[in-house]
């Protein structure tokens, strides 16, 4: 849980309230990261200290438009570029704190993955809307924009959030409380409030916008669960639909559609074709019972180890108490 919280009921999920260890400055509040998280820490602060010490290597490394081709590496390497001091302790810290969240659920492998398709999805989108904007406005500012970072990828683990714990409520400031299903509708919109007051935007705006959307666009369809060995989640509560208040649903809801007929079509009709080869009855995963069993399953599993974690910090509080004593006697 985060601060403020309380364990809540989520229709047929608990959240487990050894989440509780991970919103106040406890023993563990700063521990339990796992390696592959603080790997992926280093790789950011060896990046951001690569191009302090070789300014010239941005060029090379972050994505200008204007030079991904032949330079397509870049397509990769911006997000784990940092250019600022406040963006890799922000971004770092996010990967750290969040990480440690997801990981446990997905595995190392599936997060390793996720991040992987995410960061490599959002470049190819932010390097294809910065050619399409050129050519509507013949503006060269579009293609010579240095787009870097790993907010993308950040922006993206919130929406993994939303996915396994949408009802949890999330204490931002001591009177402020929202769900954890609203956090990446919620940074976006403040991102577009902070982009009216800043000539930075189009360096950071678009990575968060796409971060978020290619991330749903692979938990929703290509993610592939090994209990059901099917992809995705195809519950109500994941449609793209559910990111919007309800008054906008309706709105949202046929234009999506458009969308999702366009972009994952293929990948609807194939998992229908494989139930239909199954007997005709919908296969394990695909209705919103078994989406909310993954999400108990999930919760269960970070309850483990947060518990296990905790065992383990009393142990070591006991034996220091104990070797005090000692020292007493």
Known sequence: MFPGTAAAETGPLRLPSALLELAHFGPN???????????????????????????????YLTLIPARTI?????????GYIEQSLPRVII?????????????PIWGPKEFMKFILVVNFL?????????????????????????????????????VGIKQIMPDQEVGLIS????????????LVLLSIAVSLFTEEALSYLPTLIFGIYTSWIYLRYLQKKPE????????????????FPEFLRPIVGPIASVFHRLLCGRI????????????????????????????????RALEQRLAAEKLSAADSVGGTSRGDGVDNV
């Open 228 to 243: 059901t060995n099917l992809r995705g989640d195809p519950s109500d509560d994941f449609a793209f639909s559910a990111f």
């Open 268 to 299: 609807e009709i194939s998992d229908q074709d494989k139930g239909s080869r199954e007997g005709g009855s919908p296969l394990p995963g695909s209705d919103p019972i078994e989406a909310s069993r993954r999400r108990e399953r999930g919760a």
């Open 29 to 59: 509040f700063f521990s339990g990261f796992t390696r592959l998280c603080k790997g992926l820490a280093l790789v950011l602060a060896g990046g951001y200290a690569l191009v302090q010490i070789f300014p010239t290597a941005v060029a």
């Open 122 to 158: 959002t470049s190819v989108c932010v390097f294809v809307t910065a050619i399409a904007l050129y050519y509507i406005t013949r503006q060269e500012s579009y293609l010579y924009v240095q787009v870097s970072g790993f907010h993308g990828v950040v922006s993206g683990f919130l």
């Open 91 to 103: 971004s770092t810290l996010g990967l750290l704190f969040i990480g440690k969240l997801l990981e």
């Open 70 to 78: 032949p330079f397509v590496w870049n397509l990769i390497t911006a």
């Open 175 to 186: 009177v402020l409380r929202i769900n954890a299903k609203w956090l990446p509708s919620l």
